[in-house]
């Protein structure tokens, strides 16, 4: 009691001068003890002086210029570009820059001069076009909604067009989303944002009787501005409309109410003239033009007596004009069709125009209609009797009965181990399963319709030139790919002219993820595919396949790749556009290789030799078409595996090698080009600089910086930059990691360090981090943190362990280089990160503390859980995925126990805040409650967080801005040596949360 009684006194007399500081005792709570008080008196003492520090800190730094060190409230605030363009003649850059609440700006620059004209930018994305010819520059706005996404009445959106030339500005109020007429770029179409329908009158006087239903309508106004003029044209009933590429035809398609004057118009858009070129008392729909906009198709939906839905009917349009040419297919009228099924979504022609490809799916017969109930007279007496079968009695009788459903069925769901997906899969997939389509084409010369896909082998692509279509079956192997993850493919080589089908390839093998790659040829007469090491191709035409890497000289196995796969591919970059050669990467440099088999050359050369991944093969075609033409430059990005210098490559066809445009000490986005000139665009970022847009010519040997997107950061500490450290992890392979200094940061002094860990990392050392809710990046390193992020890499049956062996040995490597304090060190991770911070504790105590968020923690209950956001097993993730088992836990038990976090619990003396939230879809909630409890049955120092209705990570903003403040209480503490916060040393019960909650600090 001595001890306690000065420290007592001195804090009465501190609460005598600050209103609000009072300790409330409620009449339920037991009455505290001297010290309990004098420990509340002190506390807030404490809080009072933290505050007392921040306001001085921030008038020190206002009155001396000083930089502040970032907090939560700069989250909202902090901008990224949303969207950036290049106009057609290179002369003009705009972007869409944001933050991430509130009003954003869309800014105009004049490349060559450097001004700008900047404009209100409102909220979300919106559409933000040049027009082809580069005169006119337009984009929609919508002010962003007040009160909040849900509260008050969205206002109207707004076209805004820019005389490109005058730099006169229109504004055309309530106008939506908006198209230039191609090339031409005379028009502009755009509808206006619909107004809610007015409430209905009632008219006085006896009511008449009730006018006959009228069909709804799906068309709505549309508005062509001619953009000289600025004057309007409305066109009513729209439904669906497009340009051709050229500007010079409009097609709309017409749905009006009770399908009166419904159909297809064609407009010349030079004299205004209309041609109607399908009417009927129909719903038409799915408007969709060849590659070159000279033909379209559209389906024609009419009401079917004996099924339910439409009976759609394909109709395609050439010879556009007046009296465009017309070709039909209607089902009804062909034998072959299958009578139960309908044709589903779009149609399109073939490229040769001699057919339609389409999609069918099964439809249903209609039911008899059920009479009409009978009209209930009121009764005059009451019965005392129950009525049997007055549903609100049954379950009464006989005590502890259960009221039934309204149906009187029982809720059940029956698990079958025949079951090919699990019920919550199937669940999942319902809506899937019920609107499954299949494959045809419909010949229009021959008059034939062939089904390509069907129950047996649903997937069927049609290639290029609709010459062959290739068919993939995973059907018999799909059942174990559920249980284990491995998935085989057979392919099939399909005769569009006949359905006929020939095996090429079995048993193609890929992860559960999804079938095996096959890629088609841009000719249509080839696919590539690999299997048992190597790649392959093949001939449809002669129907045999050749393996093209045999005889190339250098293996295309990823032999990096760690999970449980046996020899996986390294990555193909497609087709030569003339389809003689295929295009590979070996993990570093790309290949030419002839798809004759007879080898191949590498366009690179250097990229194994100096370390350095060539990525991609890009060309900048006004329009997109499939293949690269190697008879052009094409472009490839370069990242330097063991520098993290990033670049861009020409590749010549004249010359060998890659000619280096880009090389440097950051990281570059993907270039853009306009369409018509010899104008670049592309991001460049570091640690420490944001990711803006520069602009260049073709060169590439001048960048010319055109955006500005946080200025504001210039006022606030940000990190001093970033090292790259290098250690030796699993089998004495050779890692990397990314040590990221904090802000004024001094050579010799050691900092307190947050470790944050998933997989590989290190490739992050030049990307930006702005400030985030709930991340270990800038915040942290603005005040006073260094930040960790190592590579980890795998050993099969040891991820857990394997994990350990990496992260030590890059903490050492961090505490060598003089910045990390070796005793402040903190581990964070999620999910599988969550996972590998909730082991690490229980094998190592070099950690002062550290964060687990949805962790795996039990391995064995974990194998067999559901992974509820997709209703599968977590089963192949563990044997084929990141798990990085090779079989069940029957097969490898004493490898599934010595990885998992539970089974070693009593081992932990690391301060571990654990997150989980009860509907975690991904990791079920029990992981977190069963490391929980063992740990807080060990008497372990564990607190787990669990924010109501949430799933794998957070969404609600009030619960991230929770957790990301008492992530900082939490790291504060135990490495800044800051007061414990209350929930953390105490705890919070039930009955006190709601005013823990309103007394929380606020970001």
């Known amino acids: 009691m001595s001890r306690s009684t000065p420290t007592l006194r001195r804090g009465l007399a501190a609460l005598g001068l600050?209103?609000?500081?009072?300790v409330t005792l409620r009449a339920d709570d037991p009455p505290k003890t001297p010290d309990q008080q004098a420990a509340d008196i002190e506390k807030q003492i404490a809080d009072l002086q933290k505050k007392l520090d921040e306001l001085k800190a921030k008038k020190s730094a206002a009155a001396t210029g000083a930089k502040k060190p970032l907090t939560l409230a700069e989250v909202d605030s902090w901008r990224s570009i949303r969207f950036a363009a290049l106009s057609p003649d290179g002369k003009w850059f705009a972007h869409r820059v944001g933050p991430n609440e509130g009003e954003g700006e869309l800014i105009l620059r004049n490349i060559a001069d450097g001004k700008e004209r900047k404009f209100s930018g409102g909220s979300g994305f919106g559409v933000t076009l040049f027009s082809l010819d580069s005169k006119w520059f337009g984009f929609t706005y919508t002010p962003p909604t007040k009160g909040g996404p849900t509260g008050g009445t969205r206002p109207k959106a707004k076209i805004v067009l820019v005389n490109l030339a005058s730099g006169e500005k229109?504004?055309?109020?309530?106008?939506?989303?908006?198209?230039?007429?191609?090339?031409?770029?005379?028009?502009?179409?755009?509808?206006?944002?619909?107004?809610?329908?007015?409430?209905p009158t009632t008219p006085g006087g006896p009511a008449g009787p009730a006018p006959a239903p009228v069909a709804p309508s799906a068309g709505s106004d549309l508005v062509l501005r001619e953009l000289s003029a600025g004057t309007d044209f409305v066109l009513g009933n729209v439904a669906e409309y497009d340009f051709d590429k050229k500007g010079e035809w409009l097609v709309t398609v017409i749905d009006a109410a009770g399908q009166i004057g419904n159909g297809?118009?064609?407009?010349?858009?030079?004299?205004?003239?209309?041609?109607?070129?399908?009417?009927?008392?129909?719903?038409?729909?799915?408007?969709?033009?060849?590659?070159?906009?000279?033909?379209?198709?559209?389906?024609?939906?009419?009401?079917d007596p004996a099924y339910e839905g439409k009976s759609i009917a394909v109709i395609g349009f050439t010879d556009l004009g007046p009296k465009a040419a017309k070709t039909v297919f209607d089902p009804k009228d062909d034998k072959d069709f299958p009578k139960d099924m309908a044709i589903s979504g779009t149609a399109s022609w073939t490229d040769a125009l001699d057919g339609f490809s389409f999609n069918i799916a099964e439809r249903k017969k209609k039911t008899e209609t059920a009479p009409a109930p009978k009209e209930v007279k009121p009764e005059t007496k009451t019965d005392a009797k129950a009525d049997p079968k007055d549903e609100s009695k049954k379950g009464k009788k006989g005590g502890g009965g259960f009221a039934s459903g309204g149906d009187g069925k029982p809720d059940l769901v029956v698990w079958h181990w025949k079951d090919e997906r699990l019920q919550p899969m199937q669940e999942k997939q319902a809506s899937t399963d019920r609107?499954?389509?299949?494959?045809?084409?419909?010949?229009?010369?021959?008059?034939?319709f062939v089904r390509l896909a069907d129950d047996k082998m649903k997937q069927v692509t049609l290639a290029a030139k609709q010459k062959f279509a290739i068919g993939r079956d995973t059907k018999p192997y799909e059942y174990m790919s559920y249980l284990n993850g491995k998935l085989y493919t057979d392919v099939y080589m399909i005769d569009p002219k006949t359905g006929a089908k020939k095996k090429v390839v079995d048993k193609l093998v890929s992860l559960f993820f999804g079938g095996a790659s096959i890629s088609s040829a841009p000719t249509g007469t080839h696919f590539l595919f690999y299997k048992d090491g190597h790649y392959h191709v093949c001939d449809m035409a002669a129907g045999k396949c050749v393996n093209v890497t045999e005889k190339v000289g250098v293996s295309f196995v990823d032999t990096e790749d760690d999970h449980n796969f046996d020899k996986p591919p390294t990555q193909s970059y497609g087709w030569s556009r003339d389809g003689k050669f295929v295009l590979l990467s070996d993990g570093w440099d790309i290949w030419k290789v002839n798809i004759d088999g007879s080898g191949g050359e590498s366009l690179t050369k250097n990229g194994k030799a100096d370390g350095i991944r060539y990525r991609g093969m890009m060309q900048f075609d006004p329009e997109f078409k499939p293949g690269v033409d190697l008879t052009r430059p094409a472009y490839t990005m370069m990242y330097g595996e063991w520098t993290k210098k990033d670049g861009l490559a020409r590749i010549d066809p004249s010359?060998?090698?890659?000619?280096?445009?880009?090389?440097?000490?950051?990281?570059?986005?993907?270039?853009?080009?306009?369409?018509?000139?010899?104008?670049?665009?592309?991001?460049?970022?570091?640690?420490v600089e944001c990711p803006d847009y520069y602009t260049t010519d073709g060169t590439f040997k001048e960048l010319k910086r055109a955006t500005d997107t946080n200025p504001q950061q210039k006022d606030f500490k940000w990190t001093a930059g970033a090292k790259l450290i290098e250690y030796k992890g699993v089998g004495g392979k050779r890692l990397q990691g990314v040590l990221f200094l904090p802000?004024?940061?001094?050579?010799?002094?050691?900092?307190?360090?947050?470790?944050?860990?998933?997989?590989?990392?290190?490739?992050?050392?030049?990307?930006?981090?702005?400030?985030?809710?709930?991340?270990v990046g800038s915040i942290y390193t603005s005040n006073g943190y260094a930040v960790l992020m190592p590579d980890i890499t795998y050993r099969l049956n040891d991820p857990g362990v394997s994990a350990v062996e990496c992260i030590l040995p890059a903490l050492d490597a961090a505490v060598a280089?003089?910045?990390?304090?070796?005793?402040?060190?903190?581990?964070?991770?999620?999910?599988?990160?969550?996972?590998?911070?909730?082991?690490?504790?229980?094998?190592?105590?070099?950690?002062?503390c550290a964060i687990a968020g949805a962790a795996l923690t039990d391995l064995v209950s974990m194998y067999s859980s559901v992974y509820w956001n997709v209703g599968m097993a977590n089963q192949p993730i563990f044997e084929s995925s990141q798990g990085r088992f090779t079989g069940g836990y029957w097969e490898q038990q004493e490898a599934y126990i010595r990885n998992s976090p539970v089974y070693h619990a009593q081992k932990v003396k690391t301060p571990l805040l654990l997150l989980h939230n009860d509907k975690d879809g991904a990791v079920d909630f029990t992981q977190g409650v069963e490391y929980y409890n063992t740990l807080r049955r060990l008497q372990k120092p564990v607190v787990m967080l669990q924010y109501r209705g949430e799933n794998h990570g957070l969404a609600k903003p009030e619960n991230r801005k929770d957790y990301a403040i008492r992530m900082r209480e939490f790291f504060d503490h135990h490495l800044m040596g800051k007061p414990a916060p209350d929930w953390w040393a105490e705890g919070v019960p039930h009955l006190k949360m709601d005013d823990h909650l309103k007394n929380r600090p606020k970001p």
């Open 655 to 687: 010359k060998g090698g890659a000619n280096v445009l880009l090389w440097g000490d950051c990281s570059y986005g993907f270039a853009t080009k306009a369409r018509k000139a010899d104008v670049f665009a592309l991001t460049r970022q570091t640690a």
């Open 18 to 22: 600050v209103v609000g500081f009072v």
């Open 170 to 199: 229109t504004e055309i109020e309530g106008g939506g989303a908006f198209r230039f007429n191609g090339e031409a770029a005379t028009y502009i179409a755009y509808r206006k944002v619909a107004e809610p329908p007015a409430a």
């Open 435 to 448: 609107t499954v389509s299949y494959s045809a084409v419909y010949w229009t010369k021959e008059k034939k």
């Open 743 to 775: 802000a004024d940061y001094e050579p010799g002094k050691k900092y307190p360090t947050i470790v944050y860990i998933y997989e590989k990392l290190s490739q992050g050392l030049h990307r930006y981090q702005p400030p985030s809710l709930g991340a």
């Open 817 to 848: 280089t003089g910045v990390v304090d070796n005793d402040k060190v903190a581990l964070h991770g999620h999910s599988w990160g969550g996972y590998q911070t909730a082991f690490l504790v229980t094998q190592t105590n070099r950690f002062k």
């Open 264 to 303: 297809v118009h064609l407009r010349d858009m030079k004299t205004g003239a209309v041609h109607a070129i399908e009417t009927g008392k129909a719903g038409y729909r799915g408007l969709s033009w060849n590659e070159e906009s000279t033909a379209f198709t559209v389906t024609k939906g009419t009401d």
